[in-house]
């Protein structure tokens, strides 16, 4: 069994930094792609930023220059440095993964930890 643990999300004032973790547990697999989205109330989800095994980040342009992915390999941890906070990056931030379990390609969510920046 997979799972995605999230952590990290929280209230901050407008400028502010946090930095989210989703960590992977389980056997047998491999990441092909990992990345956050998130999900503001009433709003459609939408990808926040995106990485890959070997492939360069892919950020949302509302978020260039503040925001920046990484994975840890070694711990099958990925995080989201969030800087320059504002009150539109508000969500719900959810991490996401493509893995490859065993023999098949599964997706996977984690749970969803709230931001809330306030002005």
């Known amino acids: 069994q997979v799972q995605l643990v ?3 999300g929280g ?3 407008a ?8 960590a992977v547990s389980g056997s047998r697999f491999s990441i ?3 990345g956050w989205y998130r999900q503001a109330p009433g709003k459609q989800r939408e990808m926040v930023a995106v ?3 070997g492939g360069t980040p ?4 509302s978020v260039k220059g503040r925001f920046t992915i990484s ?3 070694a711990r099958n941890t990925v995080y989201l440095q969030m800087n320059s906070l504002k009150p539109e990056d508000t969500a719900v931030y959810y991490c996401n993964a493509d893995l490859r379990v065993g023999v098949v390609r599964k997706n996977y969510w984690g749970q969803g930890t709230q931001v809330t920046v306030s002005s």
């Open 6 to 8: 999230e952590s990290g």
């Open 11 to 13: 209230l901050v004032q």
């Open 15 to 22: 400028g502010g930094s946090l930095r989210l973790s989703c």
């Open 32 to 34: 092909n792609t990992m």
């Open 51 to 53: 990485t890959t095994s």
């Open 58 to 61: 892919t950020y949302a342009d």
């Open 71 to 73: 994975k840890d390999n």
